[in-house]
């Protein structure tokens, strides 16, 4: 056993030796590119929705905090659009009353606002080497803050009792994954300058 473990150990490390200059500086470059991505996570309100959709940006992000907020922000219109599949998935399932219906159906139109006003953030932020950045920069600011509203009031939709409580539920988790993400980004934003 102690051999088999010791020949698996050895078969691990063997490529390791043979590594060349350049791979070990590209493995320097991608972990340093990682670790801004860990350090910048860090700082925002939901680190683990953060580290989880922006790790995989790493390599494109290289360390450059404005393509960072721009993958914070793309990854929140994925996530505000597979959140408006999944509401709308539940609006068509049976049972769902009539009141039920209305009050997703405002949910659905809440979560369009919210992408649209995500992709309004992304092309404030594609100005931001403009002559008038810290105009661009409080357009980025004041639309990604629209967002979070957008969502928060989707959210109360559902706060009183007309909505049945595991219809509810599975709502109110994936649109707070939503806000999740676009709290980061905008905390991102927000500490870009
Ligand atoms: C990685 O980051 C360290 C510390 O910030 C820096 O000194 C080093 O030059 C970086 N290495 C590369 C290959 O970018
Ligand atoms: C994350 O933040 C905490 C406190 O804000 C700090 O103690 C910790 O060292 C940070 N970790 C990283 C990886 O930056
Ligand atoms: C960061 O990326 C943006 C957008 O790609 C670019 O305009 C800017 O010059 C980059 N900043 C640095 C410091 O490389
Ligand atoms: C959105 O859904 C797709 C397909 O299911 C998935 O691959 C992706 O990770 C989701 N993105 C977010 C941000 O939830």
Excluded at 3 to 11: E, G, N, Q, T, Y
Excluded at 25 to 39: E, L, Q
Excluded at 42 to 49: F, G, H, I, K, M
Excluded at 97 to 116: H, P
Aim: aromatic share 8%; proline share 2%; with cysteine.
């Amino acid at each position: 056993m102690m051999k088999i473990v010791f020949l698996f150990i050895v078969l691990l490390l063997l490529p390791a030796k043979n590594e060349s200059a350049a791979s070990t500086y590209n493995k320097t470059v991608s972990s340093n590119y990682t670790n801004f991505i860990k350090t910048k996570c860090n700082a925002t309100t939901y680190p683990y929705p953060c580290l989880k959709t922006l790790i995989p940006y790493a390599s494109s992000v290289k360390a450059n905090a404005t393509r960072m907020c721009t993958a914070a922000l793309n990854v929140a219109i994925q996530g505000a659009r597979n959140a408006t599949l999944t509401v709308k998935g539940i609006r068509k399932q049976k049972g769902i009353s009539t009141a039920e219906s209305a009050i997703i159906r405002d949910c659905i139109d809440d979560l369009k606002d919210a992408v649209y006003e995500l992709r309004q953030t992304v092309g404030a932020m594609g100005h931001l080497g403009d002559a008038d950045r810290d105009f661009q920069w409080d357009n980025a600011k004041t639309y990604a803050s629209a967002v979070i509203t957008d969502v928060d009031s989707c959210m109360d939709g559902f706060s009183g009792q007309k909505v049945d409580a595991a219809v509810k539920k599975t709502i109110r988790n994936v649109v707070y994954y939503v806000t999740q993400l676009a709290s980061n980004a905008l905390s991102l934003i927000n500490h870009l300058y």
